[in-house]
T-cell receptor, first 112, second 108 residues
Framework: EAGVAQSPRYKIIEKRQSVAFWCNPI?????LYWYQQILGQGPKLLIQ????????DSQLPKDRFSAERLKGVDSTLKIQPAKLEDSAVYLC??????????FGPGTRLLVL | EDQVTQSPEALRLQEGESSSLNCSYTVSGLRGLFWYRQDPGKGPEFLFTLYSAGEEKEKERLKATLTKKESFLHITAPKPEDSATYLCAVHLANKFYFGSGTKLNVKP
C-alpha cells in the first residue's frame, strides 16, 4: 500500500511570496490533516478535512493560509503572502476510521 | 496553556540501558493517546494507541502504558537504531494535540 505523498519536499522563497504544497492521501482514507511543525516542536494542527468538507480550521491563519481538498482526495495548502515565521515543515496526514494517522514525509519551507 | 507535556526533552542512553519517557496531559475527556516515532527529515511514524487507564501496548523493545493523567514509553535494552524523537499526541473532541517530543540518542 502506497503511503502519503507530498510535494515538493523542499521550498525556499522570499517573504511576501506565495507558495503551495500538495498532498496525495492513502487510497480510501477519508480524513486528511495538515500540520505545521516548527523546528524543535511537535506538529500543530492547521486544518482537518473529512472527505472534501472542513471539520476544523480553528488554528489556520486564514488571512494568509488557505487549503482545499477537491473531490475528497488530493489536497493543497497555500500561503500568500509568506512571512519569516512560516518557516517550518508542513506535514500531511491521513486516516481511515481507526484514528491512526499516517504521515507523509513533509515539505520543508524556508522563508528568507 | 500546553495540553501535552513531554519529558525529558532529550535523553542520552548507552546501548542496553533501559529508561522511560513521560507524556503528561491536562485535558479531560481524552479519547485516545498516541505515540509516534520521528526520524530526522521524515514524518512521524505511528507506534501505539492507548484508550483507557491501565492499558498497555508492546512492540519489540517498546512498551507504552497509560494512567489517568500521563503515559510512559518504556524502552528496554535500547539499540542505536532506536535513536529518534518520540512524540505523544492526545485526541480530544476531534482535535489532536502533540507534545514537543523527547529526542532519544542511544550510543553503542
Amino acid at each position: 500500500e502506497a503511503g502519503v505523498a507530498q510535494s515538493p519536499r523542499y521550498k525556499i522563497i522570499e517573504k511576501r511570496q506565495s507558495v503551495a504544497f500538495w498532498c496525495n492521501p492513502i487510497s480510501g482514507h477519508a480524513t486528511l490533516y495538515w500540520y505545521q511543525q516548527i523546528l524543535g516542536q511537535g506538529p500543530k494542527l492547521l486544518i482537518q478535512f473529512q472527505n472534501n468538507g472542513v471539520v476544523d480550521d480553528s488554528q489556520l491563519p486564514k488571512d494568509r493560509f488557505s487549503a482545499e481538498r477537491l473531490k475528497g482526495v488530493d489536497s493543497t495548502l497555500k500561503i500568500q503572502p509568506a512571512k519569516l515565521e512560516d518557516s517550518a515543515v508542513y506535514l500531511c496526514a491521513t486516516e481511515r476510521v481507526t484514528e491512526t494517522q499516517y504521515f507523509g514525509p513533509g515539505t520543508r519551507l524556508l522563508v528568507l | 496553556e500546553d495540553q501535552v507535556t513531554q519529558s525529558p526533552e532529550a535523553l542520552r542512553l548507552q546501548e542496553g540501558e533501559s529508561s522511560s519517557l513521560n507524556c503528561s496531559y491536562t485535558v479531560s475527556g481524552l479519547r485516545g493517546l498516541f505515540w509516534y516515532r520521528q526520524d530526522p527529515g521524515k514524518g512521524p511514524e505511528f507506534l501505539f494507541t492507548l484508550y483507557s487507564a491501565g492499558e498497555e501496548k508492546e512492540k519489540e523493545r517498546l512498551k507504552a502504558t497509560l494512567t489517568k493523567k500521563e503515559s510512559f514509553l518504556h524502552i528496554t535494552a535500547p539499540k542505536p537504531e532506536d535513536s529518534a524523537t518520540y512524540l505523544c499526541a492526545v485526541h480530544l473532541a476531534n482535535k489532536f494535540y502533540f507534545g514537543s517530543g523527547t529526542k532519544l540518542n542511544v550510543k553503542p
